[in-house]
């Protein structure tokens, strides 16, 4: 049950793919296309914007670089928080507090993001509850969201992990000697959605494939796939490893340039 999980307080001493930098700008600027296109701009001039679950805060970093006015980066990793500070403190405002109680008012910021968090916290409802509160009508929440069905489980490289029951997961991750429990919780493409229950969600995923140059995917989508027909594309959608989507609270949606095929608008609040 999600009362008996515990909060992981240092996320990136457990995991050092949050220290990589190259990587985490790379899905730094992957994030800031998508957000740049759903608000039809070149820049985050004069935005408030967060990242939640920001650890060493390489994405934040980006954010306040794309020129917004005010960057906070919001988690509980102090060891991630630490680093942060200490390199970036100057331009993003970095805050130990946990997503669902973030000491902002409501309707202040214009972009949030909330990049492959919600397996690792323990009430993702309740964070992106105060999420939608402090999120402006008109402005946009990035999610980049692992889904339970994929093939390979990202955090461990482990088959099909995602896919199995807590206690045969914790086997198998010890069998595997990844571990002693199998931590992340993942959801399919139906509970993503309930768990976005009060936003309007536009999928962006089959937009990055067919045109990964145009936001940065290049390391998420190999060439061929691109070339993929798009109806293929559209069936394999339920064992994509990652949805990209973004949300408002409004039903005001991308307004980027066309793409082929357009984001679909999945979810209405």
């Not at 999600?2 to 992981?8: G, I, V």
Request: glycine content about 8%; some cysteine; hydrophobic content about 40%.
């Amino acid at each position: 049950m999600a009362d008996e999980r515990k909060p992981q307080l240092a996320y990136s001493d457990l995991q050092a793919k949050m220290l990589d930098e190259e990587h985490r700008r790379v899905k730094a600027r992957k994030i800031l296309s998508v957000v740049q296109h759903f608000l039809g701009r070149d820049d985050l001039n004069g935005l408030s914007v967060a990242d939640v679950g920001c650890s060493a805060g390489f994405i934040a970093d980006e954010l306040a670089a794309a020129g917004a006015k005010e960057t906070y980066g919001f988690d509980i990793d102090e060891p991630g928080l630490e680093k942060a500070r200490a390199r970036f403190g100057e331009r993003v405002q970095f805050v130990c507090a946990p997503g669902e109680a973030m000491p902002l008012p409501d309707e202040s910021l214009d972009v949030v993001v909330f990049n492959h968090i919600y397996e690792h916290v323990v009430d993702p409802e309740a964070v992106l509850a105060d999420i939608r509160r402090v999120l402006k009508p008109e402005g946009v929440l990035y999610l980049g969201l692992a889904q339970k069905y994929q093939l390979i489980e990202p955090h461990y490289r482990l088959p099909l992990l995602s896919w199995l029951p807590q206690k045969a997961a914790d086997r198998y991750m010890r069998a595997a000697k990844k571990g002693e429990a199998y931590y992340e919780k993942h959801r399919g493409r139906r509970g993503l959605t309930r768990m976005l229950d009060g936003f309007h969600v536009w999928d962006y995923s089959l937009s990055v494939i067919k045109d990964p140059g145009a936001f940065a995917a290049g390391d998420m989508v190999p060439g061929p796939v691109a070339k993929v027909p798009t109806p293929v594309l559209r069936a394999a959608v339920p064992l994509l490893p990652t949805y990209i989507w973004a949300a408002s609270k409004s039903g005001r949606g991308p307004r980027g340039r066309a793409l082929n095929p357009p984001p679909h608008h999945q979810r209405s609040a």
